[in-house]
């Protein structure tokens, strides 16, 4: 795999730093998870192919032993706000002085510097932050935030895995490794440039909601079909227009243009009322085979079963025959190979992986027996 060799340290969180950690393990990375001790169960949802350590860090002995593991890996992956890992003495500079390789991700809402810098938040306040919310909504309604997507995992996870890769490829170059400052803030901006950059041409002059890709225009929105499913539109380009219509069975002569705003509310109304006429399934034997844009609203039990999916592997089901999506993209010769074992309990790989870096029995079993460290693995094999 693309990232086989590669070892990463992965201090424990919630949503982002998991998704990022998932998405090394996929491809190949070793992550090992740094759990608390005294944790009934994880709330990393994301474990695919990790292992777990459990580690008093309200210890100094357990300091130095996740010191130890920081400065022989890659990549450490800290989800915690400016200043936590500085007072365990366990920061960028201090781990960079013992192992000038090292690859330090700091996966945060607002960055490390700037006034909001240690402020709490969650995804829809940092996709406010990015001023994309603003744009997010349909005309008339209050700005809507479309779940914990775009923050959290494109501007977070996503984003900061891209970091640790683009700074994995430079240190061939430089042997050196370096500090990543991972802002879901700045990263939910830049996956929204081209709302930014699009705005000189006037895609966006419009109110929220009323644009051509925000729900304004009928030929770019989802329509209810008869049996309370949906189909979702995209005819944007005229060609496929035409055969939009065509399907529908509407005769473009007899409507308004295509880029006629003011017109656009009667179209949606035709719209509306022709799709509400057939069912998903009638609408799907329709449109399929053909470049008028329209597929249906796959809902999540549905997805796996779709034929184009199906042929793709797009999805794939774990040991517990949980489905979930393929690590995406697809590389030719050096493809992911998600693991399809249970999510690591907590601490269920302490002995091993300590073993690996180097300690040996006697010294694991002390800290064992001081609570320096917790093994869960006969609990996790019952």
Request: net charge neutral.
């Amino acid at each position: 795999m693309a990232l086989a060799g590669v070892k990463v340290v992965e201090l424990a969180g919630l949503a982002p730093a998991p998704f990022c950690g998932m998405i090394l393990a996929d491809f190949g990375a070793k992550v090992i998870r740094v759990d608390r001790t005294k944790v009934a169960m994880a709330m990393d949802t994301q474990a695919r192919g990790k292992r777990s350590v459990a580690i008093n860090l309200k210890t100094s002995e357990g300091i130095a032993l996740l010191r130890k593991l920081c400065i022989q890996s890659d990549v450490v992956l800290e989800p915690y706000r400016k200043g936590v890992m500085e007072k365990l003495s366990l920061g960028p500079q201090e781990l960079l002085k013992e192992n000038p390789r090292l690859i330090y991700a700091r996966l945060t809402g607002y960055g490390q510097s700037g006034s909001y810098a240690t402020a709490a938040g969650h995804d829809i306040n940092y996709l406010a932050m990015s001023g994309l919310l603003s744009r997010l909504g349909r005309s008339g309604e209050k700005p809507y935030a479309p779940m914990n997507l775009l923050a959290d995992f494109a501007g977070g996870g996503l984003t900061c895995a891209m970091g640790i890769v683009l700074a994995l490829l430079e240190r061939t170059k430089s042997g050196k490794g370096q500090i990543i400052d991972a802002s879901m803030v700045e990263g939910a901006a830049y996956v929204g440039s081209f709302i930014w950059k699009s705005r000189r041409i006037g895609l966006w002059d419009r109110p929220k909601g009323e644009n051509m890709l925000d729900s304004g225009a009928p030929f770019y929105d989802t329509y209810q079909t008869s049996d309370a499913k949906y189909m979702a539109v995209g005819a944007i380009e005229p060609q496929f227009y035409k055969q939009l219509l065509k399907g529908l069975e509407l005769d473009a002569a007899a409507l308004p243009p295509q880029m006629s705003f003011d017109d656009w509310p009667k179209l949606k109304l035709i719209f509306t009322e022709r799709f509400a006429s057939k069912t998903q399934a009638d609408w799907s034997k329709i449109f399929d085979g053909t470049d008028a844009c329209v597929t249906p609203v796959l809902s999540f039990d549905q997805v796996s079963s779709h034929p184009h999916n199906q042929e793709r592997g797009s999805f794939i089901k774990d040991s517990n025959r949980e489905e979930s999506p393929r690590p995406a993209p697809v590389l030719s010769r050096t493809p992911a190979e998600p693991c399809v074992a249970a999510d690591p309990v907590i601490g269920e790989h302490t002995v091993e992986v300590l073993e690996e870096y180097g300690f040996t029995s006697a010294q694991i079993e002390k800290m064992l027996k001081a609570g320096v460290v917790e093994c869960n693995a006969v609990k996790a094999k019952l």
